[in-house]
């Protein structure tokens, strides 16, 4: 297992996530830009990561997470409308 500290809304969120998936995002080095898609294990909720830059001059070495939607329950609130 590998732990990512992202920013995910302006926090520090820990996220736990096989090595099998960590590593994609390891290989892209500390760059800006898309670096994958994770889940986190202990709560299931799945994360697309990015490079970003700390507050360093010159320096990317931090990552903030977007979390993705579940996809049955965006179909279902379509299928509403």
């Not at 990512?4 to 390891?26: C, H, L, M, Q, Y």
């Not at 320096?59 to 279902?76: E, G, N, Y």
């Amino acid at each position: 297992m590998t732990i990512f500290t992202p920013i995910f809304n302006g926090k520090r969120i820990t996220i736990t996530v096989s090595d099998e998936e960590a590593r994609p995002i390891r290989e892209y080095g500390r760059r800006l830009g898309f670096k994958g898609e994770v889940t986190d294990i202990k709560s299931g909720k799945r994360f697309r990561i990015y490079g970003k830059a700390c507050s360093l001059p010159n320096c990317v070495c931090d990552a903030t997470a977007l979390q993705l939607c579940d996809l049955s329950i965006a179909k279902r609130a379509k299928q509403k409308v």
